[in-house]
């Protein structure tokens, strides 16, 4: 156990109410099993409408909520309004990796390649900068923008299916966005206490890294390290570790890219809190240089506010 947190309770929040709830329950209920083991003092607590009443149940909060209200600032706020140290990144950092049009538009600044993009939102009205993607331009990914695990994601590969897709991702947010497809492979680099870890391909059985892909065990292949090419390899980690720093990230993150025909980059999105499953990304990054789940969870507490 780490001296900082003798005779302190360590409170897991997880569940929540956002469309990730499941997938959170079953990382919160990992990550309390994994301190247990440690020696820590824990709580599991499905954060809910009651949850302001369970604030003085614990000492430090070891957030492991997904989606919305849990991954975009808003317990970050709480948590820090009542002076609770909590794992992951601040109101900043919560915010900006859960907006991927602020985020894309922040590390394109900073030179990290993304794919071309245009917006829909429900007000109509459209930024400068922000359509450099021609509208008979397919196929597509269509994604709500503060939306996580792939919920409310199509791919649209003629215009006649365009308009359903945006109806489905106007179910999750009043902001659209709709990206280039880029076809060839998908990669994830985790940063772990600022050093980045090996890179996984995935390669989904279906051809599609959706929610069921995700978290059904055995619907896709998961290569660790990756192989890759020298130098996409370099430039996937720079640019993981540019996310991570640049979006304000903190302890842990998780970046997401593709790589095309020409072998080609682009970073779709970063992961603030990434999930931490049976099936999940990060652990399997970090088992690749020896690292147990139980290590990643102690690191990732060592690096509360």
């Not at 003085?56 to 808003?74: R, S």
């Not at 099936?279 to 506010?305: H, N, Q, R, Y």
Request: hydrophobic share 40%; aromatic share 10%; charged share 30%.
């Amino acid at each position: 156990m780490l001296e900082f947190f003798k005779g302190k309770k360590i409170g897991v929040l997880y569940g929540g109410r956002s469309s990730e709830r499941e997938v959170s329950i079953r990382s919160g209920k990992a990550v309390s099993l994994a301190l247990r083991n440690r020696g820590y003092d824990v709580i599991e607590i499905d954060v809910g409408d009651d949850f302001l009443s369970k604030l003085d149940d614990f000492d430090v909060a070891f957030v492991i909520l997904h989606g919305k209200e849990g991954e975009d600032g808003t317990i970050q706020g709480i948590l820090s309004f009542t002076e609770k140290p909590f794992t992951g990144p601040g109101v900043l950092g919560a915010s900006l990796g859960m907006n991927k049009l602020v985020s894309k538009k922040i590390l394109e600044y900073h030179g990290v390649k993304t794919p071309r993009y245009r917006v829909y939102r429900r007000e109509g009205y459209l930024l400068p900068g922000e359509n450099n993607l021609p509208e008979d331009h397919f196929p597509v990914v269509v994604k709500p923008v503060s939306e996580g695990s792939t919920v409310g994601v199509s791919i649209v590969r003629e215009r006649s299916e365009l308009e359903e897709a945006l109806d489905i991702a106007f179910r999750y947010d009043n902001e659209v966005l709709v990206e280039e497809y880029i076809e060839g492979r998908e990669i994830t680099v985790g940063v772990l206490k600022e050093t980045v870890l090996p890179i996984i391909e995935i390669i989904p059985k279906s051809g599609f890294y959706d929610y069921r892909s995700k978290y059904t065990k055995g619907l896709t292949e998961y290569i660790v390290p990756a192989n890759l090419p020298v130098e996409v390899e370099k430039t996937a980690k720079e640019w993981a570790l540019i996310a991570h720093k640049a979006l304000y990230q903190r302890g842990v993150s998780r970046s997401d890219f593709r790589i095309d025909k020409n072998n080609t980059l682009y970073f779709l999105e970063v992961n603030s809190i990434p999930g931490m499953t049976e099936t999940s990304l990060l652990p399997k990054a970090a088992g690749a240089v020896g690292l147990s789940f139980e290590d990643v969870v102690e690191m990732i507490l060592s690096c509360v506010i």
